[in-house]
């Protein structure tokens, strides 16, 4: 009798069974990492509002905000892949897209970037996370 088949759907079952586990994982992952992103930025709205700050420290301020925003958005991918949802589309400008990837890429380092980009660039429909 060939077994190929019932061979192949146990494999198969094997798998779903696996995704399923990584998913509820990183959900559960996403959960936690979440709600630390949310204390950090609770701390700097208090650091903002009860201090006179130069324009030097507003600004990495500002920067460390827009970096949980994006962890953020990799936190909502998370929850996306763990209910086994589709990502999150919208349409955007590859080259904004481009720019902002590659400065928060670099930040901290002394690496410097140029662009030559043409100004005429597609928008682009992507999850931009």
Do not use: Y
Not at 86 to 100: D, G, M
Request: proline share 2%.
């Amino acid at each position: 009798m060939d077994i190929t088949e019932k061979q192949r759907m146990e494999e198969e079952l094997l798998k779903a069974r696996k995704l399923e586990s990584v998913g509820i994982l990183a959900g559960g992952i996403a959960h936690d990492f979440n709600n630390l992103l949310m204390v950090i930025l609770g701390n700097i709205s208090l650091i903002k509002s009860f201090s006179s700050l130069s324009d030097f420290i507003s600004q990495r301020l500002q920067e460390v905000e827009k970096a949980i925003q994006r962890a953020q958005d990799l936190t909502q991918q998370l929850l996306t892949f763990s209910k086994g949802g589709a990502p999150v589309k919208k349409t955007i400008s590859i080259t904004k897209l481009v720019e902002e990837t590659t400065a928060f890429t670099l930040r901290g380092s002394n690496v410097r970037c140029e662009f030559d980009l043409p100004d005429d660039l597609w928008f682009i429909n992507v999850d931009e996370g």
